[in-house]
T-cell receptor
Framework: EAGVTQFPSHSVIEKGQTVTLRCDPISGHDNLYWYRRVMGKEIKFLLHFVKESKQDESGMPNNRFLAERTGGTYSTLKVQPAELEDSGVYFC?????????????FGPGTRLTVT | RKEVEQDPGPFNVPEGATVAFNCTYSNSASQSFFWYRQDCRKEPKLLMSVYSSGNEDGRFTAQLNRASQYISLLIRDSKLSDSATYLCVVNKITGGGNKLTFGTGTQLKVEL
């Protein structure tokens, strides 16, 4: 079974440009999460989709970040315009719906560098 | 104050040694607890869940103390392949899913 995939694996853009990251969760996983790790810091939660609905977007840093999950399958995270502090590794994770603590499966991440 | 605090290390230990990592969390509403392992430039992967009764998986033992808000991981007979960053993670269950809060990780280097 294919795991969580993310595209691109690396992206280098200039400040002010736009970047769109994509995440394909494990097939059948209704929960989809975005996390981010900036240099020297811990991995931090950005937001959580249940199917196509945003369940919790409390971790989104500001309105330059827009996440979508049309159709409840893959998700995109767009940063527009990018700033230097947006550099980091963006992880996507997915899990099935359920009660209790359900393991989240992480993708390999997208390493974003804003110059 | 960070929600999840870990000693960043690195812990440099010889092969075969026993090593222990500790972690504290500040949110008493946290519901579930985990150790994740992250290899260099890779994604985090679940190592084990942590229960108050303590749980063991081969050479790995995890323990939770809810009263002290403290989580531990013990690795016995460490192997070179155990070299990685170990992430202490706590969880709050919300709306059919889980919101994970990570520590910064403790780096382990197992040497010959």
């Amino acid at each position: 079974e294919a795991g969580v995939t993310q595209f691109p694996s690396h992206s280098v853009i200039e400040k002010g440009q736009t970047v769109t990251l994509r995440c394909d969760p494990i097939s059948g996983h209704d929960n989809l999460y975005w996390y981010r790790r900036v240099m020297g810091k811990e991995i931090k939660f950005l937001l959580h989709f249940v199917k196509e609905s945003k369940q919790d977007e409390s971790g989104m840093p500001n309105n330059r970040f827009l996440a979508e999950r049309t159709g409840g399958t893959y998700s995109t995270l767009k940063v527009q315009p990018a700033e230097l502090e947006d550099s980091g590794v963006y992880f996507c994770a997915s899990s099935p719906l359920g009660d209790g603590a359900i393991e989240q499966y992480f993708g390999p991440g997208t390493r974003l560098t804003v110059t | 104050r960070k929600e999840v605090e870990q000693d960043p290390g690195p812990f440099n230990v010889p092969e075969g040694a026993t090593v222990a990592f500790n972690c504290t969390y500040s949110n008493s509403a946290s519901q579930s607890f985990f150790w994740y392992r992250q290899d260099c430039r890779k994604e985090p992967k679940l190592l084990m869940s942590v229960y108050s009764s303590g749980n063991e998986d081969g050479r790995f033992t995890a323990q939770l103390n809810r009263a002290s808000q403290y989580i531990s991981l013990l690795i016995r007979d460490s192997k070179l392949s155990d070299s990685a960053t170990y992430l202490c993670v706590v969880n709050k269950i919300t709306g059919g899913g889980n919101k994970l809060t990570f520590g910064t990780g403790t780096q382990l280097k197992v040497e010959l």
